[in-house]
């Protein structure tokens, strides 16, 4: 996000080439001292967690098949890629290189003379361009593994990334689709921002593609859903990851918890900046706008405007909605305010507040799967520590010892996404969702919101929601 301000500022002083150049000189030791306190959190982190899967005890040992579209890669990154995957530690994978008419014919010869000397490797070469899903599908359609593993061309695995995906694929029964957490790589292979995942989270996926890498899905449920859509050419994994969701219990969904995938940062990635790929703002808002209609409900779909990257929905209400507000007091129960008239939405605060302008909120609040529904909260710590309820205690710790310019801290920061149980200052509960909760709950955030999750509601954590006292 850093490098997307560095951006702005540029465009802001065109002309002013010296100045820029200054300003980066100066910040330079900076973000190498930042970037390099991060590795090294992580490292630590990463040598806390690390088990041992036992590879002989698994009984069930699919073959997973990686699919690697390919465009005049560079070639350094393409021998790291493929050495990446030679490297696993399970030995039951094929890898699949499509190349998509690569006008670079070192790249082609390349990957012919590496697939030459590993039968494992399989490559083909497409005559006509067909982008990036469409030669992903080509690689799907030769594939023969029970299983699909997607790896971008510039990309490296840990390596024992299938190792972790093949065991939980023997520990979840009837597992479909299976993501890992991630690690961004420099051009001089440094790590840096880790990126810790939740277990799956819908918000979360229509607010950013906090998906992304490593993702394995079953060969059989991507043929039903007819592979990657080209219509979404530069966005095809979000709106792939969409749709899936959309067929899949949440059940059949599973999260490794563990930095499995180096994604790879340079000039032309979207990892470096979204702006270098303008047509991916429009296949973003398409995607997302499908699966609202797809899902029929009743949202407007809304570009981040500090941040270009992040979306967030705003759904509808109906005119006429009541609110009223109600002070937290951990001395009173639920059931002492049950049998007095209430509004259509009850706002739980610390404070008095004014019962204006909250239509995210109100909209949020009425959905049937939202028990409570947290705004904007000031304090970053207590941001984080609401973390617990759906990240390892490790993790949030980890988090709290990132800067703010680290993507994990920031992407929590600033996104919509579902908590369980939390700490807030104000929370809004539709009224009618109070009867379903035991009437000795206590009046408190965590209580309340605990309450409602245990109803298989959750919790909806709302940074565009901005609270203002009563004065």
Request: aromatic letters at 10%; one cysteine or more; glycine letters at 4%.
């Amino acid at each position: 996000m850093e490098v997307n301000m560095l951006q702005n500022l540029k465009n802001k002083i065109k002309g002013k080439k010296s100045i820029y150049t200054f300003l980066l000189t100066l910040l330079y030791p900076y973000r190498k001292y930042l970037d390099s306190r991060q590795r090294k959190i992580y490292e630590a982190w990463n040598r806390k967690n690390e088990n041992i899967v036992n590879n002989e005890k698994m009984r069930n040992n699919p073959l997973i098949s990686i699919i690697v579209p390919t465009y005049n890669t560079p070639i350094e990154y393409l021998r790291d890629m493929i050495q990446s995957v030679e490297n696993q530690s399970y030995t039951n994978w094929e890898l699949i290189i499509v190349d998509d008419a690569s006008p670079n014919s070192d790249v082609r010869d390349e990957i012919s003379n590496i697939s030459k000397d590993n039968i494992k490797i399989k490559s083909f070469f497409l005559k006509k361009n067909r982008h990036i899903a469409g030669a992903t599908n080509y690689g799907i359609e030769k594939a023969r593994g029970e299983y699909i593993g997607l790896l971008d061309h510039d990309d490296m695995l840990h390596k024992d990334a299938l190792l972790y995906v093949v065991e939980k694929i023997n520990e979840v029964s009837g597992v479909k689709f299976l993501y890992t957490d991630e690690i961004k790589l420099d051009e001089n292979g440094r790590q840096y921002q880790p990126f810790f995942k939740p277990d799956w989270n819908g918000d979360f996926l229509r607010s950013i593609n906090y998906i992304t890498h490593f993702a394995v899905i079953q060969r059989e449920l991507l043929i039903k859903l007819k592979c990657e859509d080209g219509n979404y050419n530069g966005t095809q994994d979000w709106e792939l990851f969409l749709r899936i969701t959309r067929n899949l219990q949440p059940n059949h969904i599973v999260h490794i918890p563990k930095i499995l995938y180096y994604w790879r940062v340079h000039k032309n990635s979207t990892a470096m900046d979204l702006d270098a790929k303008p047509y991916v703002i429009e296949a973003q808002k398409k995607a997302l706008e499908d699966d609202v209609r797809l899902r029929k409900v009743k949202a407007r779909v809304i570009r981040d405007p500090m941040y270009g990257a992040q979306w967030y929905l705003q759904y509808c209400t109906h005119k006429g909605i009541s609110l009223s507000n109600v002070l937290f007091d951990n001395t009173k129960n639920i059931g002492d305010i049950l049998d007095k008239e209430l509004s259509d939405i009850v706002i739980f605060s610390e404070k008095p507040i004014n019962c204006i302008n909250f239509r995210d909120a109100m909209g949020d609040a009425l959905r049937r799967d939202i028990g409570a529904v947290i705004p904007k909260i000031m304090d970053e710590d207590q941001v984080i520590n609401n973390l617990i309820s759906i990240l390892d205690k490790r993790i949030v710790e980890c988090i709290h010892m990132l800067n703010r310019r680290s993507f994990t801290r920031h992407i929590y920061l600033t996104s919509k996404y579902n908590l369980g149980e939390a700490y807030a200052p104000v929370v809004f509960v539709e009224r009618k969702k109070l009867n379903l909760i035991d009437r000795s709950t206590r009046m408190d955030s965590e209580s309340i919101t605990a309450a409602l999750c245990s109803k298989e509601m959750r919790t909806l954590y709302n940074p565009y929601i901005i609270i203002g006292e009563k004065r």
